[in-house]
């Protein structure tokens, strides 16, 4: 093999290294729990104020299926905020890390480095 050749992965690996300054693994298992989270919690919301509905509708009660369908509404609109207020909230950090000069050292190289 060719000493001294740095591929790709290991210039990224050291660049995590560098830009989380050794907490990268700690990072990494955050990130990857939030993009779980992120994902599971819309579905579990949407699925259950179906299943809410569906019971209500089985029952055939008027202002049962009313009730229902407006917690399901609301259960559409707290879906939609889990997953979108993190990518807002995403935007205005990069945005707020960015600074005059465009620098983006710091937490938000660290942060991206584990992204990719």
């Given at each position: 093999?060719?000493?001294?050749?740095?591929?790709?992965?290991?210039?990224?690996?050291?660049?995590?290294?560098?830009?989380?300054?050794?907490?990268?693994?700690?990072?990494?298992?955050?990130?990857?729990?939030?993009?779980?989270?992120?994902?599971?919690?819309?579905?579990?919301l949407i699925i259950y104020g179906t299943i809410d509905l569906g019971k209500?509708?089985?029952?055939?009660?008027?202002?049962?299926?009313?009730?229902?369908?407006s917690r399901l509404i609301k259960r559409f609109v707290y879906a939609g905020l889990?997953?979108?207020?993190?990518?807002?909230?995403?935007?205005?950090?990069?945005?707020?890390?960015?600074?005059?000069?465009?620098?983006?050292?710091?937490?938000?190289?660290?942060?991206?480095?584990?992204?990719?």
């Open positions: 093999m060719c000493e001294g050749v740095i591929t790709m992965s290991s210039f990224i690996l050291i660049g995590a290294a560098d830009a989380c300054g050794g907490l990268e693994p700690i990072i990494r298992v955050i990130f990857n729990l939030l993009k779980i989270f992120w994902i599971l919690i819309p579905i579990g209500a509708v089985i029952a055939s009660d008027e202002k049962e299926v009313k009730s229902a369908q889990v997953f979108f207020v993190p990518m807002l909230v995403g935007a205005l950090m990069t945005l707020v890390a960015s600074g005059e000069q465009g620098n983006s050292d710091g937490w938000l190289g660290c942060w991206e480095t584990v992204r990719k």
